[in-house]
């Protein structure tokens, strides 16, 4: 069973920065992309950003170009992103999502997991 876990998320003032987590377990982490999404107060689920399977390709939305880094390790089976420069908008609920292949170019899975709450506020 595909299990995700978020973690890291917090009350941050703008302009400041954190780290989320993503510990995988039930397939090989490190056979597959992955995703991060955010839902917005009142919003649907949006893209953040993804990665390969072996960390080589990253892509990111326009909104957290710049701002935002993915990356992941295989061995610990465990998906991260650095979040700086952060904005009021970016308040959220971060979830991560399994791709159902190794690019970086296909769709995400529907993320499982509980997410971990940003909220970015003076």
């Known amino acids: 069973e595909v299990q995700l876990v978020e973690s890291g998320g917090g009350l941050v003032q703008p302009g400041g920065s954190l780290r989320l987590s993503c510990a995988a377990s039930g397939f090989t982490f490190s056979s597959y992309a992955m995703s991060w999404v955010r839902q917005r107060p009142g919003k649907g689920l949006e893209w953040v950003s993804t990665?390969?399977?072996?960390?080589?390709?990253?892509r990111y939305a326009d909104s957290v170009k710049g701002r935002f880094t993915i990356s992941r390790d295989n061995a610990k089976k465990t998906l991260y992103v650095q979040m700086s420069s952060l904005k009021p908008e970016d308040t959220a609920v971060y979830y991560c999502a399994k791709h159902p292949a190794s690019s970086a170019y296909g769709s995400h899975e529907s993320p499982g997991g509980r997410g971990t709450q940003v909220t970015v506020s003076s």
């Open positions: 990665i390969n399977n072996l960390g080589t390709i990253t």
